[in-house]
């Protein structure tokens, strides 16, 4: 089945500068890529997401790229500010609509002020 | 917007007991699933079920049942509660769609069980 890692685990940046997650899976049939920001205490909720017919998506201060040959993809923020701090869960999936999400173990993102 | 609703946000349960832990939603979503998450582990699939009266076993069902009598409602049961049970308990619905379509979660706000 489909295997899902993400890095850093952690990862703390100054308030304006940038932040990347990067993921990585393993099934070449994935074809749909979330990525899920939870707040502390909050239910995780959908930030971003890209299908594998698309090598970058962008929202704002949000972007995510897809390199499907290498089989990753990857969250970008931008100018970041403290209410950017949470975990983000990468999230890979395939086929049609009844198909699972597979997600990663998450990442702490902390931005200082 | 969807709801997706668990019925209890913390919950203090002993070894043995029977647990029910309810969800339900109310966009006529066909697929549900039941996730725990746990410190470094993520986001871990229990259970999810397609359709009424489907259930597919996920990548740690042991210990775990479900039950899904009506369409808005997802019940993910623990037969004998054990402390390695202790964890947050996350339901999540998702309108089915073919492929092309967006397939993204709407999560609940997540149970806090605790066995003791």
């Known amino acids: 089945g489909e295997n899902v890692e993400q890095h850093p685990s952690t990862l703390s940046v100054q308030e304006g500068d940038s932040a990347v997650i990067k993921c990585t899976y393993s099934?070449?049939?994935?074809?749909?890529f979330p990525w899920y920001k939870q707040e502390l205490g909050k239910r995780p909720q959908l930030i971003i997401d890209i299908r594998s017919n698309v090598g970058e998506k962008k929202d704002q201060r949000i972007a995510v790229t897809l390199n499907k040959t290498a089989k990753h993809f990857s969250l970008h923020i931008t100018e970041t500010q403290p209410e950017d701090s949470a975990v983000y869960f990468c999230?890979?999936?395939w086929g049609s609509g009844n198909t699972p999400l597979v997600f990663g173990k998450g990442t702490r993102l902390s931005v200082i002020a | 917007d969807v709801k997706v609703t668990q019925s209890s946000r913390y919950l203090v349960k002993r070894t043995g007991e029977k647990v029910f832990l309810e969800c339900v939603q109310d966009?006529?979503?066909?697929?549900m699933f039941w996730y725990r998450q746990d410190p470094g582990l993520g986001l871990r699939l229990i259970y999810f079920s397609y359709d009424v009266k489907m259930k597919e076993k996920g990548d740690i069902p042991e210990g775990y049942s479900v039950s899904r009598e009506k369409k808005e409602r997802f019940s993910l049961i623990l037969e004998s509660a054990s402390t390695n049970q202790t964890s947050m308990y996350l339901c999540a619905s998702r309108l089915h769609r073919g492929q092309g379509q967006r397939r993204g979660y709407t999560f609940g706000s997540g149970t806090r069980l605790t066995v003791v």
């Open positions: 999230a890979a999936s």
């Open positions: 099934d070449s049939a994935s074809n749909y």
């Open positions: 966009m006529d979503h066909e697929n």
